[in-house]
C-alpha cells in the first residue's frame, strides 16, 4: 500500500523570479529551477519530486516573493 501523502507544494510561477533559494533548503529535492521562462522573464521554480514533500514549510518561509504554498496531510 502506497504511503500516505505529507505534504503538497503549490509553487504560483508568476510571483517566482528565480533566486533559487527554495530549491536549496528543501531536504527531500522536490523543487527545481524550470527550463522555461515565467512571463516575467524568469526562470521559475517547479516541483520535480512531489511525492517527496514531507511538508515542513521550509520552502515557503525562505520564499522572499510568497510564491510558495504548502498544504499539510
Ligand atoms: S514543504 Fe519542505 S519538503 Fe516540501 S517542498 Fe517545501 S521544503 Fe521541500
Ligand atoms: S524562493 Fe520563491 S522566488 Fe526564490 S526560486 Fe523559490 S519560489 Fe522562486
Known amino acids: 500500500m502506497k504511503e500516505a501523502v505529507k505534504g503538497m507544494v503549490v509553487i504560483d510561477e508568476e510571483f517566482c523570479k528565480g533566486c533559487g533559494l527554495c530549491v536549496r533548503i528543501c531536504p527531500k529535492k522536490v523543487l ?6 515565467n512571463s516575467r522573464g524568469y526562470y521559475p521554480a517547479c ?27
Open 47 to 73: 516541483v520535480v519530486r512531489k511525492e517527496e514533500c514531507i511538508g515542513c514549510g521550509f520552502c515557503a518561509q525562505v520564499c522572499p516573493d510568497v510564491a510558495i504554498t504548502v498544504y499539510r496531510g
Open 32 to 37: 527545481a529551477i524550470a527550463e522555461h521562462f
